[in-house]
């Protein structure tokens, strides 16, 4: 986790989705490879996007990197000339892929020494360790219907999930309910398509009602229920994390089928 136009899809058939070499299963989670996720490897960072004004996606080059499920993490470590080390997980926000990058979102977090640096040091062509990918817990294969609940900087790994949808072309059900507090602060709002419902908690566009997630957000969601239910993804601060689940949960959505990652 964090320190703290998009056009219609082609209609290919779907792909069985990407997985990566596996030694360690987690039970009734995705598989898992303690040997990958224990290397640490050199990133190079290639490409600085700012997506809020307090948020940027950070592009990086890491040729042996052996892919990874949506939904799962990494560790990141920056070394000072010093010997000084800082080390963070943050959720991975690229869809699988076999190109060599991958990408995070990081919030500028007041007072964070490591997401200061990326949002105040940090220029293309600057080395960084990577270890993971890590944690099967909250990875989405793309076998089974998904519905993505975040807020803020929680919806990075869902990002991943819907970027994996659209990449694959896949079938499967997906819809994405995503809280920021307004437009501005809408992290990759330029992607969003008709998978996607924003709720803006602050300030909205004229006619967009202001508020937190609510049972009326769900309602459409759960009335167009796919043939077996939602596997549902919950993503945000603690106290988000626990408003939606009880939404969920009222909804009708079997509480081990609520997959929660949160952060304070």
């Known amino acids: 986790m964090t320190e703290t136009a998009t056009g219609a899809v082609a209609k290919t058939p779907a ?48 040729p042996a990197w052996a892919g990874h499920l949506p939904g799962q993490h990494l560790m ?3 070394t000072a000339g010093d010997g000084y080390t800082a080390q963070r997980h943050y959720s991975i ?16 977090v007041e007072g964070g020494e490591v997401s200061g640096w990326f949002h105040t040091v940090a220029q293309p062509g600057d080395r960084v360790e990577v270890r993971g990918p890590l944690s099967g817990f909250f990875a989405w294969p793309g076998d ?15 990002m991943s999930m819907v970027r994996h949808h659209r990449a694959r072309g896949l079938e499967v059900p997906l819809r994405l309910l995503v809280s920021a507090r ?8 330029r992607e969003y ?21 609510t049972a009326g957000h769900l309602r459409p969601v759960f009335d167009e229920r796919p043939e077996g239910g939602w596997e549902a993804y919950v993503c945000g601060s603690d ?8 939404l969920l949960v009222a909804a009708g959505q079997p509480v081990d089928r609520i997959r929660i990652e949160r952060f304070g």
Do not use: M
Not at 182 to 189: H, N, Q, T, W
Not at 193 to 213: I, M, N, Y
């Open 193 to 213: 398509g008709a998978e996607t419902t924003p709720v803006f908690t602050r300030s909205a566009p004229q006619g967009v009602p202001v508020g937190r997630l």
């Open 93 to 108: 926000a690229s869809a699988p892929g076999d190109d060599g990058h991958l990408e995070l979102t990081l919030d500028h």
């Open 15 to 62: 792909r069985p989705a990407f997985t990566p070499p596996t030694r360690f299963a987690v039970p009734g989670r995705i598989a898992v490879s303690n040997r990958t996720a224990s290397r640490w490897q050199t990133a190079t960072l290639t490409e600085i996007r700012r997506e809020t004004p307090h948020a940027a996606t950070f592009r990086f080059a890491v």
């Open 239 to 246: 106290a988000f994390a626990e408003h939606a689940s009880r």
């Open 182 to 189: 307004s437009p501005e602060e809408l992290i990759y709002a």
């Open 76 to 78: 990141l470590r920056l």
């Open 144 to 158: 089974r219907p998904a519905l993505l609940i975040g807020a803020g900087s929680g919806v990075v790994p869902l």
